[in-house]
């Protein structure tokens, strides 16, 4: 089966959306995040009309983002709307040979803003410390409300939640005696120590194998111990009411 791999994360960013200045720097500082664990920076590029006029532009500098992506964002009317704007990069590869993109979506009404990342045959995302990574630097850019790390194909047992997957992280503290079916229960923390922002919930240090029946029985059995204790909300619990 294809190593194929999705991160999402769900976050708030208040009543006003940034520039696209910030969000672009968005896009810029999770790169650096992606830089340490194997995705050189210069590798990413941003959409366009045509593969070529793509690849020709760099969506990044070591400076921050590019002049021409910023300048392509600007220019794109669907990011003009007051209250929601979706921009990505991908890092110009196909799908079998360690192809990847991801999207930030910055939203103000009910639903929250998101991130998506997805990738194919990566080999250093198939190292669970690397992702491990990967989430501490989503952490500390957005506190999200919650993030999910999973084979593309998988699917949780409860089909209005979340699901645990390779990796959850819940923006609350949880022990090992409350998931003991878990490898590794990881504190989240600040980059002073001090304060906590939430857990990462690891269920197997390996990769994770959809075609590993232990693996997904484990996820499984996760999902069901954090509901029996009232610890996984429901997808509808992310959507703000006015």
């Known amino acids: 089966m294809i190593f194929n791999l999705k991160v999402s994360a769900n976050f708030r960013v208040g009543s006003a959306l940034p520039t696209i200045d910030e969000h672009c720097i968005d896009l810029w500082t999770l790169a650096k995040s992606l830089r340490d664990i194997g995705f050189p920076l210069d590798e990413w590029h941003p959409p366009a009309n045509t593969l070529e006029q793509s690849l020709r532009n760099p969506a990044f500098t070591d400076a921050g983002p590019s002049t021409a992506a910023l300048a392509m964002a600007k220019a794109d009317r669907d990011n003009h709307d007051s209250d929601l704007r979706n921009l990505g990069v991908w890092n110009g590869k196909d799908n079998n040979g360690g192809g990847a993109i991801y999207t930030v979506m910055h939203c103000t009404g009910a639903i929250p803003s998101h991130l998506h990342f997805r990738c194919e045959e990566v080999k250093s995302l198939r190292d669970y410390r690397n992702v491990i990574k990967l989430i ?107």
């Open 136 to 242: 501490q630097g989503i952490v500390m850019l957005w506190k999200p409300m919650l993030v999910q790390i999973a084979h593309a194909e998988y699917d949780s047992v409860f089909p209005d939640r979340p699901g645990a997957g390779w990796m959850l992280y819940l923006p609350f503290k949880i022990d090992s005696q409350q998931v003991p079916e878990a490898a590794q229960i990881i504190t989240i923390m600040d980059d002073a120590g001090k304060k906590q922002f939430g857990t990462l919930i690891v269920t197997v240090e390996e990769t994770f194998d959809m075609e590993n029946e232990e693996h997904v029985k484990r996820a499984n059995a996760i999902e069901t111990r954090l509901v029996d204790q009232d610890l996984l909300p429901t997808n509808a619990e992310f959507v703000e009411k006015f």
